[in-house]
């Protein structure tokens, strides 16, 4: 008796014949990470241990998301990254924010601020305000969250190598106004490791670097018990050229890295690591985005449970704020950056993220105007109100294409992870150039795929067009750094001089020793210390790093 064909196979068979005779659009697909893309995906492209690899949403190891019912319980936070000029324009611009519906903020702070100069600070006097706000002590902090109440608002504050200095200015103003500390909800970015490899905002050599991110992130545990003392960012790697793999692998190593320099202060991880959190890029790739995010969660709560032995199910939680690429901005044809920014902002969304910002569609050419930053807190309203994509938990959970990508990712991110644990950490391998490196040879790769035409980047390389002159972008009036440095010149006059030399003592002998910092930096913040004086008296016990 002649056997029947497995009709299934039999239609696939016909559908591979058809699949090799019909023409294609290009030679090659393929994602940015490199991963040959199939022309369809079956269930055998996919991982079937579900429990170990999906599993369910709020669960171990949070494939799906990590709360239960995701969006359907509680929206994404939107936040807008901005701060310009000084602190009364930023605080305008803040407002502006918040009645168009942003639900949380997000400090820029200006290039002084962040490198630990005071805006009369020779060195710092063309940058004052240029591309976020100057804060050089709490008075210019309390200016900036006027008629803003810090106990309802959720804060991300965008600051490394000063992380320290101005949250105790924030937590300073709370105080003043009579708001406990602990009820303080937000987050300092603090993630020196970054700066090192991609970013170049830093002071302090590595090792006392390491020192100063890990005080803020136990105090914060210890007292702050809303606030995430770190976001541990991969988004200025992808920003610098890194792909996917290298942005999972190398955010958390890094976060690795971070863990153990706690854990030598000697606290538990489940006392601090629920606190801890997570920052990464969003860009038009779209599939291998959402899988990005996927296997970033996965990986991260393995790693709690294996390397660390977190017990606390919020120790394994990998929470993280999303930003869409400003590298893939264009000042060609600037309205189709609002379709580029909507793409990458649903990839977020449907790869579960926290808290989203969205780019403004002029900053190609310049700081936000008010128009474009209200048009991007829109872009996350109509994906949260005017479609579906978050009436489901996860929507693309159990698409073979995307637990496909998820599973390649994880793979090379575990395999990137390896080499670095053979230097001997992230700490030895930043020394070493071991990410700088990968990373430049990774943009170096792309930029001459745009550049041979081999990846589309309209108005670039495909579908140019006469650009039309009558944009006009946001500029900075320059009274605006008057304003900051009059304001800094009357603290300085008012001020005990007394407290002040007696507060920065006090710290410098901590930063001799291993006490942690942040009572020290705190007491000096409050008696009128300001950024460049705090951080000039670190200098003087840890000097500066000069990678060359």
């Known amino acids: 008796m002649k056997r029947r064909r497995d009709p299934v196979e039999e239609t696939r068979s016909r559908w591979l014949k058809a699949l090799s005779s019909s023409p294609s659009r290009k030679s090659e697909f393929s994602s940015e990470d490199g991963i040959e893309f199939r022309p369809m995906y079956e269930p055998k492209d996919s991982n079937e241990d579900y429990l170990q690899n999906l599993g369910y949403p709020g669960f171990p190891p949070f494939t799906r998301g990590v709360y239960p019912t995701m969006y359907r319980g509680r929206a994404w936070t939107m936040r807008q990254y901005s701060g310009y000029a000084n602190a009364e324009l930023t605080n305008r611009r803040y407002r502006l924010l918040l009645q168009a519906g942003e639900t949380g903020l997000s400090m820029a702070f ?170 990464f890029s969003s860009r038009t790739n779209l599939i291998e985005q959402v899988a990005k995010f996927r296997a970033a969660r996965r990986l991260w709560c393995r790693v709690m449970e294996e390397r660390f032995g977190a017990k606390d199910p919020k120790s394994k939680m990998l929470r993280f704020h999303v930003q869409t690429a400003g590298v893939q901005m264009t000042s060609q044809q600037l309205d189709l950056n609002i379709v580029r920014t909507t793409l990458q902002a649903l990839a977020a969304v449907l790869g579960g993220a926290q808290s989203l910002h969205v780019n403004s569609y002029d900053e190609a050419l310049g700081l936000p105007t008010e128009h474009a930053a209200r048009l991007s807190v829109r872009v996350q309203q109509a994906l949260l109100l005017e479609t579906d994509v978050a009436d489901s938990i996860d929507p693309l959970g159990g698409s073979y294409m995307v637990e496909s990508l998820t599973d390649e990712l994880e793979e090379r991110a575990v395999k990137i992870m390896k080499d670095i644990d053979r230097i001997g950490g992230m700490v030895r391998a930043v020394e070493t150039g071991f990410p700088q490196k990968a990373i430049e040879e990774s943009s170096y790769r792309y930029q001459k795929m745009v550049e041979s035409g081999q990846k589309p980047v309209i108005g670039i390389n495909i579908f140019k067009e006469d650009e039309p002159e009558n944009f006009e972008p946001l500029k900075i009036d320059p009274a605006a750094r008057k304003k900051v440095i009059s304001r800094l010149e009357s603290l300085k006059r008012d001020r005990d001089g007394s407290r002040v030399s007696h507060s920065l003592s006090a710290l410098t002998r901590a930063a001799e020793g291993d006490d942690n910092l942040f009572e020290y930096i705190l007491k000096a913040v409050e008696a009128g210390a300001t950024v460049g004086e705090i951080s000039g008296a670190l200098r003087d016990v840890w000097g500066v790093w000069d990678r060359r």
Not at 185 to 204: C, H, M, P, S, V
Not at 208 to 216: E, T
Request: charged share 20%; with cysteine; glycine share 6%.
């Open 110 to 279: 200006d290039l002084p601020t962040q490198l630990g100069l005071d805006p009369d600070d020779p060195l710092a006097y063309y940058e004052v305000g240029r591309v976020g706000v100057p804060v050089p002590s709490w008075k210019e902090m309390d200016i900036v969250f006027r008629g803003i109440n810090v106990e309802k608002v959720s804060t991300s504050m965008t600051i490394n190598a000063t992380a320290m200095e101005e949250l105790a200015m924030y937590v300073t103003v709370a105080k003043s106004r009579g708001v406990d500390l602990r009820v303080l909800a937000g987050t300092t970015q603090n993630d020196i490791l970054k700066e090192f490899i991609a970013r170049n905002n830093y002071i302090y050599p590595p090792s006392p670097s390491m020192r100063y991110c890990a005080d803020l992130i136990s105090y914060c545990a210890k007292n702050m018990p809303k606030w995430n003392g770190i976001s541990i960012s991969g988004y200025h790697f992808e920003e610098a050229g890194a792909t996917p793999s290298q942005e999972i692998a190398f955010t958390l190593a890094d976060g690795i890295a971070y863990v153990e320099e706690v854990l030598r202060r000697g606290m538990s991880v489940d006392e601090f690591a629920p606190r801890l959190s997570f920052f």
